[in-house]
């Protein structure tokens, strides 16, 4: 990732749990992220996508179609980008990382959901599903310091005085 280019006062690094906190926090609370492959040419290759998931360990999990192009995709180059935005608590995340296909019946099952049966009438046992898991590996978030009522309070006052607000917080995170 691009080191920050935030000041001091709002550049906060997380690493380990408090990055994997971040990332399930902002991974479950946005619920569906662009989901970006590489084909070895720009631009890439980037799809809305449901995340099923965002596990202990920061995980990130979906369901795919074994004939998609994304599931093509990630067998050429298993180098992946996840962009979330969460615009209703000014949450936005970005991820690196690499993604692995999976057709076990238990992956199956434990990632199932009724409103799947759009995308895959045969259910669990559509021969057509697969369960994506990203592993996140680096990636840099951008939040609020205050939560939203706050931060729009400030960002109102400031522009009704002229000063410049610090409401914002950014930073790395490495899982």
């Not at 209703?88 to 409103?115: C, M, Q, V």
Request: charge should be positive.
């Amino acid at each position: 990732m691009k080191k920050s280019t935030a000041s001091p006062d709002n550049s906060k690094n997380l690493n380990h749990s408090p990055a994997v906190e971040k990332i399930r926090k902002l991974g479950t609370s946005a619920r569906v992220c662009f989901f970006g492959t590489s084909t070895g040419q720009l631009p890439l290759e980037v799809r809305p996508m449901t995340v099923q998931d965002v596990d202990v360990i920061g995980n990130v999990w979906f369901l795919s179609a074994r004939s998609s192009t994304l599931n093509k995709d990630i067998n050429r180059n298993p180098r992946v980008q996840l962009l979330f935005a969460n615009t209703g608590d000014s949450e936005y995340l970005n991820l690196l990382g690499f993604a692995t296909i999976h057709d076990s019946k238990d992956f199956r099952e434990k990632y199932w959901t009724p409103i799947a049966k759009a995308w895959f009438p045969g259910g669990v046992n559509d021969p057509e599903l697969t369960i994506i898991r990203v592993q996140p590996k680096e990636g840099h978030y951008w939040d609020t310091v205050y939560g939203k009522a706050v931060t729009l309070l400030m960002v109102a006052i400031g522009a009704v005085t002229g000063k410049a607000t610090d409401v914002a917080v950014q930073g790395d995170v490495k899982p």
